[in-house]
T-cell receptor, first 114, second 113 residues
Framework: NAGVTQTPKFRVLKTGQSMTLLCAQD?????MYWYRQDPGMGLRLIHYSVGEGTTAKGEVPDGYNVSRLKKQNFLLGLESAAPSQTSVYFCASSSSRAGTDTQYFGPGTRLTVL | GDSVTQMEGPVTLSEEAFLTINCTYTATGYPSLFWYVQYPGEGLQLLLK?????DKGSNKGFEATYRKETTSFHLEKGSVQVSDSAVYFC????????????FGKGTRLSVIA
């Protein structure tokens, strides 16, 4: 039981390049989330999904796109990376509403945009 | 909108000292409250939670009591260890539906031997 895994662990991009971060969970959870963590800012929600085929915007969605084609996977895309997107990205999942169920987090992806 | 305010860190304590990390919240209705912990180089993990007023969440020697009258959920531990060094996040969920968690900015704790 791997829980929540993220690929890759580290990545360096040049401004304007694109990339996709992959999140996978093996707990059959309905809800999945993408956060970014920046010094002094805590965790900020980028996008989330309440089930396969659904996505919704969070607090800071600009510059990112997401897809949830399979229940176990949640992809975060950067179409044209900018230095402001340098951050640590965390994926999380939960079985139902966040108010009653624990969110399980992946180990994070450290992204640097030059 | 809903929000969570935590005391700013970093907090540095000696081993076996008493720990308090303050957390207050603003929310309509009756939210659930959480403390998550992030150890160095790892993702967050749930430490404890409370879902209604006057509930006390506890785990690994940490405790927090849901105080509706003061809109607070302060984290406490009677005797910290070096292994407790981490970043602690207070969070809330409004329980109304699909709204995800709202996190505080985190408080870094360093415990020295």
């Amino acid at each position: 039981n791997a829980g929540v895994t993220q690929t890759p662990k580290f990545r360096v991009l040049k401004t304007g390049q694109s990339m996709t971060l992959l999140c996978a969970q093996d707990m059959n959870h309905e809800y999945m989330y993408w956060y970014r963590q920046d010094p002094g800012m805590g965790l900020r929600l980028i996008h989330y999904s309440v089930g396969e085929g659904t996505t919704a915007k969070g607090e800071v969605p600009d510059g990112y796109n997401v897809s949830r084609l399979k229940k176990q996977n949640f992809l975060l895309g950067l179409e044209s990376a900018a230095p402001s997107q340098t951050s640590v990205y965390f994926c999380a999942s939960s079985s139902s509403r966040a108010g009653t169920d624990t969110q399980y987090f992946g180990p994070g992806t450290r992204l640097t945009v030059l | 909108g809903d929000s969570v305010t935590q005391m700013e860190g970093p907090v540095t304590l000696s081993e076996e000292a008493f720990l308090t990390i303050n957390c207050t919240y603003t929310a309509t209705g009756y939210p659930s409250l959480f403390w998550y912990v992030q150890y160095p180089g790892e993702g967050l993990q749930l430490l404890l939670k409370a879902t209604k007023a006057d509930d006390k969440g506890s785990n690994k020697g940490f405790e927090a009591t849901y105080r509706k009258e003061t809109t607070s959920f302060h984290l406490e531990k009677g005797s910290v260890q070096v292994s407790d060094s981490a970043v602690y996040f207070c969070a809330l969920s409004d329980n109304t539906g699909n709204t995800p968690l709202v996190f505080g900015k985190g408080t870094r704790l360093s415990v020295i031997a």
